[in-house]
């Protein structure tokens, strides 16, 4: 975008903020002024450098539902600069990237962080996709996202590495020779141009392994990259490999970086909080070190709810209502202090569904090491709607929650993600709103 157009393009924003819904008077969090400010320099042309955002997460980020209706809202708003680097290959069966279509055949091993750093060396993404044979192919198609002007590959050197050739838009791209005297991370930056296509082919002649790939477009926006594990909590990061991503985080220089964790630490009974929160410190710490042009922000755990397993429908009900229908109602203060007694007992106190009591502490856990740390923090159980939402979010229409009580449908993602849209941009328009005003 030229800076006419972005000019032009502001121009009609701020005419927006005359009247509604802009409120000049809404404050900004000091903790994002820094992104506002990368955000305000696009928009008004003084940058053509694309802004950056890192969304690391459980699920709601690996199904890209959430993460990728974000990342919409971002394109349409300030301009399309690509999804950045995906996970290797097809990583679990309902991996999808949207504006994407990712293949995977022949032989290909799949190895996780989930699994811990003994089965390693991983970077952001938390996998690693290996494979020796000569009919092993991958290929990424840009289905409905800007053509790569930029394309990366994060390949893992290391000793006995094989060859991987590379072709772009169906054209040789190169091959390139893995082996090296350490294991380590490898870095090919290729010219895209206009690519949509993207194909990878090992040699047969050792190991090849894949941690991560992907690419940006070529104009000015906001390039959006999600990498999410399904069933992850904060401890997948203790699984990468320090130097791998101190060199990832580096090339892609995050001027956002988004923390959506906690769900699963929530639902594990056994969590020590103080050490959750210990652990939380320390992961922001570093991330700052490693990114320290990045704005951080700490997502809240969204709210989930549990129905203990040996809960049976009412007896003697001609219609028994399925196990989602049944009631919802947040634990009383004894019911969590006593919590692990009633469990094993299956006592009828908690035949209903409720959140698991340390998913609220976790939550807590999370808005205090943002407040420590001076970085951003947005409750995500508030925003939803508080106790007991994601009953009602089950049961709305269309649906926004699935049955199991934890994840959310398309229309959910797509809700949720309006919801943090909104946290973040509001008082980034006022912001811009007080500055046309001011310049008037």
């Known amino acids: 975008m030229s800076n006419r157009l972005a000019a032009a393009a502001l121009g009609l924003t701020l005419g927006a903020c005359a009247g509604e819904p802009c409120?000049?008077?809404?404050?900004?969090?000091?903790?994002?002024?820094?992104?506002?400010?990368?955000?305000?320099?696009?928009?008004?042309?003084?940058?053509?450098?694309?802004?950056?955002?890192l969304h690391l997460g459980d699920s709601h980020i690996a199904g890209d539902r959430f993460s990728g209706a974000l990342q919409a809202r971002f394109a349409d708003r300030f301009g399309d600069a690509g999804r950045g680097s995906f996970p290797p290959g097809t990583p679990f069966p309902y991996y999808r990237r949207q504006?994407?279509?990712?293949?995977?055949?022949?032989?290909?091993?799949?190895?996780?962080n989930l699994n811990g750093p003994g089965v390693g060396?991983?970077?952001?993404?938390?996998?690693?996709?290996?494979?020796?044979?000569?009919?092993?192919?991958?290929?990424?198609?840009?289905?409905?996202?800007?053509?790569?002007?930029h394309v990366r590959l994060d390949l893992l050197e290391q000793p006995g590495g094989g060859t991987?050739?590379?072709?772009?838009?169906?054209?040789?791209?190169?091959?390139?020779?893995?082996?090296?005297?350490?294991?380590?991370?490898?870095?090919?930056?290729l010219d895209g141009r206009t690519a949509t296509r993207v194909t990878l082919r090992p040699q047969g002649d050792g190991p090849v392994a894949l941690l991560g790939w992907g690419g940006e477009g070529s104009g000015p926006g906001v390039l959006?990259?999600?990498?999410?594990?399904?069933?992850?909590?904060?401890?997948?990061?203790?699984?990468?490999?320090?130097?791998?991503?101190?060199?990832?985080?580096?090339?892609?220089?995050?001027?956002?970086?988004?923390?959506?964790?906690?769900?699963?630490e929530g639902f594990d009974d056994a969590l020590d909080p103080t050490l959750y929160e210990a652990r939380l410190n320390r992961r922001i710490a570093a991330l700052k070190a490693q990114a320290p042009g990045a704005t951080l922000v700490v997502l809240g755990a969204f709210d989930g709810a549990r129905l203990p397993a040996w809960v049976e429908p009412v007896a003697g009900a001609e219609q028994p209502a399925p196990r989602s229908a049944l009631p919802c109602a947040p634990l009383a203060l004894n019911e969590q202090a006593t919590y692990g007694a009633h469990s094993a007992a299956r006592d009828p106190v908690l035949a209903r569904w409720h959140a698991p009591p340390n998913l609220a502490r976790v939550r807590a856990a999370q808005a205090q090491a943002a407040r420590e740390a001076g970085i951003g923090y947005w409750d995500g159980a508030a925003a939803m709607g508080g106790a007991c939402a994601i009953h009602r979010f089950v049961f709305a229409e269309p649906p926004l929650a699935y049955g199991d009580h934890v994840h959310l449908t398309p229309a959910g993602a797509e809700t949720m993600a309006e919801r943090l849209w909104a946290h973040l941009m509001?008082?980034?328009?006022?912001?811009?709103?007080r500055r046309q005003m001011a310049a008037s």
Do not use: H
């Open 23 to 53: 409120d000049p008077t809404l404050p900004a969090d000091p903790a994002l002024l820094p992104f506002y400010e990368t955000l305000y320099a696009l928009e008004t042309g003084r940058s053509d450098d694309p802004v950056r955002i």
């Open 99 to 112: 504006g994407f279509e990712i293949e995977a055949s022949g032989e290909w091993t799949v190895f996780s």
């Open 121 to 149: 060396p991983f970077g952001l993404s938390g996998y690693r996709a290996e494979s020796a044979s000569p009919d092993a192919v991958m290929t990424m198609r840009v289905a409905g996202s800007v053509p790569l002007a």
């Open 164 to 189: 991987l050739a590379v072709e772009v838009d169906g054209a040789p791209a190169g091959a390139f020779a893995t082996d090296g005297p350490v294991p380590g991370l490898m870095q090919v930056m």
């Open 224 to 264: 959006y990259e999600a990498q999410g594990v399904p069933g992850a909590t904060l401890s997948v990061m203790d699984a990468w490999d320090e130097e791998i991503v101190s060199a990832q985080l580096s090339v892609l220089k995050p001027d956002l970086i988004l923390l959506g964790y906690g769900t699963n």
């Open 426 to 433: 509001r008082p980034y328009e006022s912001l811009v709103c």
